[in-house]
């Protein structure tokens, strides 16, 4: 940030650029000097000011703040799609409903009422939570910044949080839609993606250099991303949680070197090199495979079997919810998930824990019944009666 010194008649000013307001206009901070050594000494104190948080826009409105918190923190610190989810939220919600209030007249009243007018928009909770995470996260950086003494946020409860009903492949459905796919191009794709419940943007950025065919795993350190100017880029995982080794069974080691050598063979007859940094999923010349492009690919496959209510992102439901059914242990169904914790498994597959329950039930019954089925149940005649 460099700003401006400019002769205005008699005066002089100082003019710093506070970022994009929400219809994407530059705002600026003008302040009015008499000399212009005072106008230089101002500018570098609005920049200092600026650069600390310590400036607050012209008029002080949440919009301002939002807008410049997206440039100034989001931007370079988070991922390019949480920065572009946000700005959607940001222009198409939270911005016409609450962007001409002054940051220091948002209320926890206010907050709580634009969470109900979302869901009487028709969002759904997650929507809506989502919403309370992001403008709790931009309020706690005005507090931060010393523009804010409290966190209005912090005095509001977002909704409760409601998971639709979930779809998945059952064992036959897995097996239907992987035996039909097998002559295709995506079959180690779609493979993966339900052996390993990988997220498609993880699976997308995977190298041959993260794969350990004779160990058997994938080691998950990235993620690929589409951004609206058209833009692929990779960036780390989702969270510190999202760093993972994933272990693979045979099938799916077997399914991962036939795949391997038909990119090598591809990679010999094209001319295009075959090295340890190239993606396991990606056209003949290398370049990375479209997230959209491999979604509709998944829903034409899908829809031509019956499936057209299974999504891609439904495989990584299907894997963990077969795994639960399974009896693995929810702690290696989370690892494996790259969940940040163990309670959003639980919570998200809730729905596996009347199953769940009835195996452990049978278990232990097995257990104690060989221990106990010779116990004779003797009636209860009263204290002090023989």
């Known amino acids: 940030m460099k700003g401006q010194v400019r002769k205005r008649g008699k005066s002089w000013v100082a003019i710093v650029p506070l970022g994009k307001d929400g219809q994407g206009k530059l705002k600026y901070k003008w302040v009015t000097c008499k000399t212009k050594k005072e106008a230089e000494a101002k500018r570098a104190e609005l920049i200092h000011m600026a650069n600390t948080g310590m400036l607050a ?47 220091k007249n948002l209320k926890p009243e206010i907050i709580q009422k634009y969470y109900s007018d979302m869901l009487k928009a028709g969002l759904s909770t997650t929507s809506v939570r ?71 943007s993880e699976l997308l950025a995977l190298r041959w250099s993260d794969v350990e065919l004779e160990n058997g795993e994938v080691y998950v350190s990235r993620s690929l991303h589409r951004l609206e100017n058209h833009e692929t880029v990779f960036r780390g995982t989702k969270t510190s949680k999202s760093n993972r080794t994933v272990a693979l069974g045979q099938t799916m080691i077997e399914i991962l070197k036939q795949h391997r050598d038909k990119q090598m063979d591809i990679c010999t007859s094209t001319g295009f090199p075959f090295t340890n940094d190239r993606l396991v999923f990606c056209h003949a010349d290398g370049k990375p495979m479209l997230p959209d492009s491999v979604s509709q690919a998944w829903v034409r496959h899908a829809k031509s079997l019956g499936y057209s209510h299974i999504r891609f992102h439904d495989l990584r439901h299907t894997s963990a919810t077969l795994m639960l059914k ?60 023989h």
């Open 57 to 103: 826009s012209p008029k002080g409105m949440l919009a301002d703040f939002v807008t410049r918190w997206l440039e100034d923190y989001v931007k370079p610190n988070l991922s390019p799609r949480t920065y572009e989810g946000y700005l959607s939220i940001f222009r198409s919600r939270m911005g016409p409903a609450l962007g001409n209030i002054q940051l």
């Open 326 to 385: 399974a009896g693995i242990h929810p702690k290696i169904v989370q690892e494996k998930l790259g969940h940040s914790s163990i309670v959003v498994t639980l919570d998200l597959y809730s729905h596996v824990s009347p199953g769940m329950q009835h195996q452990a039930a049978e278990k232990l019954d097995a257990i104690l019944g060989k221990n106990n089925s010779k116990i004779i149940a003797r009636p209860f005649l009263g204290e002090g009666i």
């Open 130 to 200: 989502h919403h309370g995470m992001m403008l709790h996260s931009c309020l706690e950086h005005a507090v931060k910044w010393q523009l804010l003494a409290l966190n209005p946020a912090d005095a509001v409860k977002p909704p409760a949080n409601r998971y639709a009903e979930m779809n998945t492949l059952d064992e036959t459905g897995v097996r239907v839609v992987l035996e039909a796919a097998e002559k295709t191009p995506y079959f180690a794709l779609f493979s993966l993606a339900l052996y390993s419940g990988m997220r498609r």
